[in-house]
């Protein structure tokens, strides 16, 4: 049974960076699309990017250009979010999720990893 | 840039009633729309895709139609498995939510 398994909790401090990771087990990582949406707290779901790994290109929206940064090992079947100058706005529960290339959805989801910012 | 408006925001319902959750894009994109189902603490779940195929091993009770720039989701006998939060999704935007609780 596939599945996506995400790194752990993080706390860190503003200003710093975060690199969050996404193991894809149970099945071939190049049959994935490697997405990663965030939840602040309370709040609703957020697109911040996703990865083609075969290709190894990524696309970004606008408002996290600059910030984010989405890379994939093949040789792990592992995805990573990396987020930059972190602000307590950044505190979230950020998920990974596989994108059907055909069908424009989110089909298979990680458990999420919290990351809290705090002085 | 798309605009994804998600009505309403709060649902109080009964087991056994069927509720309409709506979502209005504000351009058309040829019906693709997914619905997703979360519950606190956890990720979200796929129930729809393309506005109205369910996703393997999601009930029947769970149907979604509509075409264009309207699109709904119907749960019909409401089950207590089923408040939850619900989000509609088109390209890269999600809708802001619907939260279905208990009457």
């Known amino acids: 049974q596939v599945q996506l398994v995400q790194s752990g909790a993080e706390v860190k401090k503003p200003g710093s960076s975060v690199k969050v990771s996404c193991k894809v087990s149970g099945d071939t990582f190049s049959r994935y699309t490697i997405n990663w949406v965030r939840q602040a707290p309370g709040q609703g779901l957020k697109w911040m990017g996703g990865i083609i790994p075969v290709f190894g290109t990524a696309s970004y929206p606008q408002e996290f250009q600059g910030r984010v940064t989405i890379t994939a090992d093949k040789s792990t079947s592992t995805a990573y979010m990396e987020l930059i100058s972190l602000t307590s706005e950044d505190t979230a529960m950020y998920y990974c999720?596989?994108?059907?290339?055909?069908?424009?959805?989110?089909?298979?989801w990680g458990q999420g990893t919290m990351v809290t910012v705090s002085s | 840039d798309i605009q994804m408006t998600q009505s309403p925001s709060t649902l109080s319902a009964s087991v056994g009633d069927t509720v309409t959750i709506s979502c209005r894009a504000s351009q058309s994109n040829s019906g693709w729309l997914a619905w997703y189902q979360q519950k606190p603490g956890k990720a979200p779940k796929l129930l729809i895709y393309?506005?109205?195929n369910l996703e393997d091993g999601v009930p029947s009770r769970f149907s979604g139609s509509g075409s264009g720039t309207e699109f709904t989701l119907t749960i019909s006998s409401l089950q207590p498995d089923d408040f939850a939060t619900y989000y509609c999704?088109?390209?890269?935007?999600f809708g802001q939510g619907t939260k279905v609780d208990i009457k």
């Open positions: 999720a596989n994108r059907h290339q055909y069908l424009d959805s989110f089909n298979l």
């Open positions: 999704q088109q390209y890269n935007l």
């Open positions: 393309k506005a109205s």
